[in-house]
T-cell receptor, first 112, second 115 residues
């Protein structure tokens, strides 16, 4: 079974631009979560979607948004990029309940 | 809210030596606890999870962890380190009730294995 796939792997954007990251979960998984990883703050929860509905959101500004499609694929969008948004963005999926998260390899975003 | 603390941001061991990575948790309810490993330029891979079925949890690659409620600890061990174990290890606790989509992670411990 294929794992969680994130595209693209690397992105370079300029401050003020917006960016969209994509995540395809493991087949059959309906829950998709997003995390931001930085050297300073570590791993932080962004939000989670289940059956196209956002169930929970972390403590991030409204510039960070996401959505989930009917096939469970998910996208996250960051508008008006800031230098501090440079990070590894990880997507994870699970089949729900107490099942563990399975992570993708991430998208490394660099904002210049 | 749940939290975890990893003691030691960097641990260095010799090949063949015991690996011990420390994690203490804070939780107001019986916790779901996890250990993940991250290799350079990759995502997180689940090593093992604790869900109250057994206090000693065996994971992949020879790792295991013991849940000790009295010490609020969930330390990760491996009897004999291999060069391939060099990576960053994260302890995490579920912060989403019975579901595990929202994890709170520790700051991570970088494991170096010396030949």
């Amino acid at each position: 079974k294929a794992g969680v796939t994130q595209t693209p792997r690397y992105l370079i954007k300029t401050r003020g631009q917006q960016v969209t990251l994509s995540c395809s979960p493991i087949s059959g998984h309906r829950s998709v979560s997003w995390y931001q990883q930085t050297p300073g703050q570590g791993l932080q929860f962004l939000f989670e979607y289940f059956s196209e509905t956002q169930r929970n959101k972390g403590n991030f500004p409204g510039r960070f948004s996401g959505r989930q499609f009917s096939n469970s694929r998910s996208e996250m969008n960051v508008s008006t990029l800031e230098l501090g948004d440079s990070a590894l963005y990880l997507c994870a999926s699970s089949s729900g309940g107490d099942r563990p998260l399975h992570f993708g390899n991430g998208t490394r975003l660099t904002v210049t | 809210a749940q939290s975890v603390t990893q003691l030691g941001s960097h641990v260095s061991v010799s090949e063949g030596a015991l690996v011990l990575l420390r994690c203490n948790y804070s939780s107001s309810v019986p916790p779901y606890l996890f250990w993940y490993v991250q290799y350079p330029n990759q995502g997180l891979q689940l090593l093992l999870k604790y869900t109250s079925a057994a206090t000693l949890v065996k994971g992949i690659n020879g790792f295991e962890a013991e849940f000790k409620k009295s010490e609020t600890s969930f330390h990760l061990t491996k009897p004999s380190a291999h060069m391939s174990d060099a990576a960053e290890y994260f302890c995490a606790v579920s912060d989403s009730g019975g579901s595990n989509y929202k994890l709170t992670f520790g700051k991570g411990t970088l494991l170096t294995v010396n030949p």
